[in-house]
C-alpha cells in the first residue's frame, strides 16, 4: 500500500514562495504521475499540476505562471514551488499518485497539509 | 476549463436509505469521470472511476453511472460510516482535470 506524506512550511508570508515535499513509501516514485491537490474554502478542491518521474510536467493553466515542479528519483520525491503567493493560496495541500494508467485520477493520497499565508 | 456541478449540495438521510448524489458537466466527458469520499480531517478516498468502474476495496452498495454530460453516485444502503463528503471529478484528457463542488450526506 502505497504511503505520501507532505512536508513544508505551514506559514508563509505574502508574495514570497510556498515550497513542499511529498515523500512516498512502499512505492517507486518511477512510472507514474504524481499531482499536487489544493483545497480552499474559497475554490474548492484544485488540481495544481502533475510531474512523471522523468521530470515531464503539466500545471494547471491558472496557476501555470506561479508553479513549478520537481522530481527527486533517488529521494522517492517530488516537489511544489508556488511563487508571489497571496491569502486566496491559503489551502491544505495535497500530494497524490495518479492512476497507473496515465488517467488524471487519484487513488492515494497524502494526509494533506494545512499552509496559512499571512500578510 | 469544465465546470462541474454537483446536486444537491448537502443532503440528510438515516442509515438504510438509498442515496443519489447528481453530477453534471459542462461538456461531455464521455466516461472519465471520478467519485471520491472525504470525511473531516483526511484526504479524499478513492470509490470509483471511469464513471462506474468500483474501485478495488469498495463496498459494493456503492455505485456509478452516466455518460457524456450527467453521472450518478448511488449508496443503495447507507451505513453510519459513510456520512462524509462526496466529490465528482472530470479526467477528459484535453482539459484540466477539474472537481464538483461537493456534496454533504448528514445525518438525519
Known amino acids: 500500500q502505497v504511503q505520501l506524506q507532505e512536508s513544508g512550511p505551514g506559514l508563509v508570508k505574502a508574495s514570497e514562495t510556498l515550497s513542499l515535499t511529498c515523500s512516498v513509501s512502499?512505492?517507486?516514485?518511477?512510472?507514474?504521475?504524481w499531482s499536487w491537490i489544493r483545497k480552499s474554502a474559497g475554490r474548492g478542491l484544485e488540481w495544481i499540476g502533475h510531474?512523471?518521474?522523468?521530470?515531464?510536467?503539466n500545471y494547471n493553466p491558472s496557476l501555470k505562471s506561479r508553479v513549478t515542479m520537481s522530481v527527486d528519483t533517488s529521494k522517492n520525491q517530488f516537489s511544489l514551488n508556488l511563487t508571489s503567493v497571496t491569502a486566496a493560496d491559503t489551502a491544505i495541500y495535497y500530494c497524490a499518485r495518479d492512476d497507473s494508467g496515465g488517467y488524471r485520477y487519484f487513488d492515494s493520497w497524502g494526509q494533506g497539509t494545512l499552509v496559512i499565508v499571512s500578510s | 476549463d469544465i465546470q462541474m456541478t454537483q446536486s444537491p449540495s448537502s443532503l440528510s438521510a438515516s442509515v438504510g436509505d438509498r442515496v443519489t448524489i447528481t453530477c453534471r458537466a459542462s461538456?461531455?466527458?464521455?466516461?472519465?469521470l471520478a467519485w471520491y469520499q472525504q470525511k473531516p480531517g483526511k484526504a479524499p478516498k478513492l470509490l470509483i472511476y471511469?464513471?462506474?468502474t468500483l474501485e478495488s476495496g469498495v463496498p459494493s452498495r456503492f455505485s456509478g453511472s452516466g455518460s457524456g454530460t450527467e453521472f450518478t453516485l448511488t449508496i443503495t444502503s447507507l451505513q453510519p460510516d459513510d456520512f462524509a463528503t462526496y466529490y465528482c471529478q472530470q479526467y477528459n484528457s484535453f482539459s484540466t482535470a477539474t472537481f464538483g463542488q461537493g456534496t454533504q450526506v448528514e445525518l438525519k
Open positions: 461538456q461531455s466527458i464521455s466516461i472519465w
Open positions: 510531474i512523471y518521474s522523468s521530470g515531464s510536467t
Open positions: 512502499s512505492d517507486s516514485i518511477r512510472d507514474n504521475y
Open positions: 471511469k464513471a462506474s
